[in-house]
């Protein structure tokens, strides 16, 4: 005879089989359930996933900046600017859309800072490591604009030592709509010319020359001259004048 523990009427049966059915159900539900609450993907714009680029010279070959200076440069400064941008960006795409002005344009700034920091930096590193002779189109470029090479020199280096004290950038930008030169005073990662293009970029934050030169600016700016490579620079020109857009006649 059997015990109640093994008795099993029929509707308890149909009951077991009847939710065991919907087992296979429930898990599926769940799943899309969690799949739905994945968060998105995010935009191209705030992916944060730039990744610092390798020193395009030996640091230990150029005379004048040293490589401790140049790999603390890179290391600190700018990988710095890189992993800073990465987090912003991730912030940005975390922002909801409650969010108020204030924490978009916090952001945004922010963002700008870091972007400019970073690809600065990139044309910096790049237009170093050469002997320091301008004769290529740059050269005929800057002669044209200012004059003579000289001249033009001097317009840089002054702007330069017009930032002394560790606050900017100098940039020789290409105006595409007139086909001219400018030396442009740049502060906080913030200034350049609409449209232009940098052809020629000189970090003057105290972080590119104290190691080396402590307050002596000068001492740095004619260590950086004695080390571009204006090979870069010319390539830098070439590029943008072909893709300048022909003038429309009148």
Not at 69 to 84: D, I
Not at 129 to 149: C, H, I, N, Y
Not at 206 to 213: A, G
């Amino acid at each position: 005879m059997a015990t109640d523990r093994t008795l099993v009427t029929r509707r308890t049966a149909l009951g077991v089989l009847g939710a065991a059915a919907t087992l296979p159900l429930a898990a599926a539900g769940g799943a899309a359930l969690a799949e739905t609450s994945q968060p998105a993907e995010r935009p191209r714009s705030y992916r944060g996933d730039h990744a610092p680029k390798p020193l395009p010279f030996d640091p230990k070959q150029l005379p004048g900046l040293s490589e401790r200076l140049l790999v603390s440069h890179h290391e600190n400064n700018y990988t710095g600017a890189v992993k800073r941008l990465n987090a912003i960006e991730a912030q940005l795409a975390g922002l909801p859309r409650e969010a108020a002005p204030f924490q978009m344009g916090s952001l945004k700034r922010e963002a700008l800072i870091a972007a400019n920091s970073m690809r600065l930096h990139e044309l910096y590193f790049a237009n170093l490591g050469g002997g320091g002779v301008a004769e290529g189109p740059f050269a005929a470029l800057a002669g044209a604009q200012f004059g003579s090479v000289e001249a033009w020199e001097h317009d840089f280096r002054l702007t330069g030592l017009a930032l002394a004290g560790g606050s900017g950038w100098v940039i020789a930008s290409y105006d595409p709509e007139r086909g001219a030169l400018h030396n442009v005073w740049a502060w906080d990662h913030m200034h350049g010319l609409a449209g232009g293009v940098p052809l020629l970029v000189m970090d003057m934050y105290e972080h590119s020359y104290q190691l080396d030169y402590g307050a002596n600016a000068k001492g740095y700016v004619d260590a950086f001259f004695a080390n571009l490579r204006f090979a870069e620079v010319d390539r830098r020109l070439g590029a943008a004048a072909r893709d300048r857009e022909p003038e429309e006649k009148p």
